[in-house]
Structure formats: C-alpha cells, structure tokens
C-alpha cells in the first residue's frame, strides 16, 4: 500500500516570497490533517480536512496560510507571503476514520527554510 | 501552556538499558497515541490507548494509560539502536467541541554503545 506522499521534500524561500506544498494522501482515506512542526517542538494541527470540506482551521493564520483539498483528494498548502518564523517542517496526515481521531499516516514532511 | 507535557525532554541510554518516558495531559484525556519520528521523517504509530488502565505492547516498548491521573508512560525494556528517535505523545483533546489531536513536544532518545 502506497503511503502518504508529500513534495517537494525540502524548500528554501526568501521571507515575502510564496510557496506551496502538495499532499496526497493514502487512496480511500477520508480524513487529511496539515501539520507544522517548528523545530524542538511537537507537531501543532494547521488544518483538518474532512473529504473536501474544512473541520478545523482554527489554528490556520488565514492572512498568509491557505489550504485547499479539491474533489476530496490531494491538496495543497501554500503561504503567501512567508515570514522568517514559517521555517519548519509541514507535514501532511490521513486517515480513514470518518468521525474523530484515530491511527493518522504521516508522510515525510516538506522541510522549508525562510531566509 | 503546553496541554501535553513530556518528560524528559532528552534521554541518553546506553544500549541494554530501561528506559521510561512520560505524558501528562492538562486536560481529561479521550485516547492517548505515542508515535516515533526519526530526523528529518514524517511520525510513526506505536500505539493507541483508550481506556484507564490500559497497557499495550509491542516488542519491547510498553504503554499505560493512567486515566485518573491524566498520565501515561512509554516504556523501553533492553534499549536498541533502533530504538533512538523522538518519541512524542499525542491525545484526543476537546476545544470547544472538536477533539483535536494535540502533541506534546516530544523526548529525543539517544542509545550509546
């Protein structure tokens, strides 16, 4: 079985410039989660998609975070413009519970790096 | 504050030994997840406890669920190499009538001949 995939695998931007991560999660799995993981630090939940639908973003900063997951399969982070303290790794999550939490399949993460 | 406390935060274990690392969860816990990650990968799932009183196993790593005390503990039994990483806790936590899984801040293991 094919596991989460997530690219690119490492990032290097200058601060006020874009980027964008892609996620595709495990095939079947209903639930996508975003994660950001600051160094020295555990992962912290950016956003839960629910198929295409948002379940949580309440720790998403809307003014330069966005996040889709069209037709309820792969998506896509981007952060427009970045900020020296958006250097971390973001990782992308699925599972195939429907309702709550339970067993999530990390991929590899995107490292990036703002200078 | 930190919702999922760890500890310690480091740990230096010579190869053989016992080891024990805990979470304690400022918060009732609803499921508690201890999953692994290596540098520079993504999280691997260890376990999954639900219930008080809970202890699950596999190979030589041990997990409790302590309800009551809002706690559980992770525990190594004759320490490998490849059991050096970080190892972070993870609970079901309601906000606001979403359950949310939050992470502590992990404990990196480092197993020396």
């Known amino acids: 079985e094919a596991g989460v995939a997530q690219s690119p695998r490492y990032k290097i931007i200058e601060k006020r410039q874009s980027v964008a991560f892609w996620c595709n999660p495990i095939s079947g799995h209903a639930t996508l989660y975003w994660y950001q993981q600051i160094l020295g630090q555990g992962p912290k939940l950016l956003i839960q998609?629910?198929?295409?639908?948002?379940?949580?973003d309440s720790q998403l900063p809307k003014d330069r975070f966005s996040a889709e997951r069209l037709k309820g399969v792969d998506s896509t982070l981007k952060i427009q413009p970045a900020k020296l303290e958006d250097s971390a790794v973001y990782l992308c999550?699925?599972?195939?519970?429907?309702?709550?939490?339970?067993?999530?399949?990390f991929g590899s993460g995107t490292q990036l790096s703002v200078l | 504050s930190q919702e999922l406390e760890q500890s310690p935060q480091s740990l230096i274990v010579q190869e053989g030994k016992n080891l024990t690392i805990n979470c304690t969860s400022s918060?009732?816990?609803?499921?508690l997840y201890w999953y692994k990650q290596k540098y520079g990968e993504g999280l691997i799932f260890l376990m999954m406890l639900q219930k008080g009183g809970e202890e699950k196993s596999h190979e030589k790593i041990t997990a409790k669920l302590d309800e009551k005390k809002q706690q559980s503990s992770l525990h190594i039994t004759a320490s490998q190499p490849s059991h050096a990483g970080i190892y972070l806790c993870?609970?079901?936590?309601?906000?606001?009538?979403?359950?949310?899984?939050?992470f502590g801040t992990g404990t990196r293991l480092t197993i020396i001949p």
């Open positions: 999550a699925s599972s195939p519970k429907k309702y709550g939490n339970e067993k999530l399949f």
């Open positions: 993870g609970a079901d936590i309601q906000d606001f009538g979403n359950e949310k899984l939050t």
């Open positions: 918060k009732t816990l609803y499921g």
């Open positions: 998609f629910q198929n295409n639908g948002v379940v949580d």
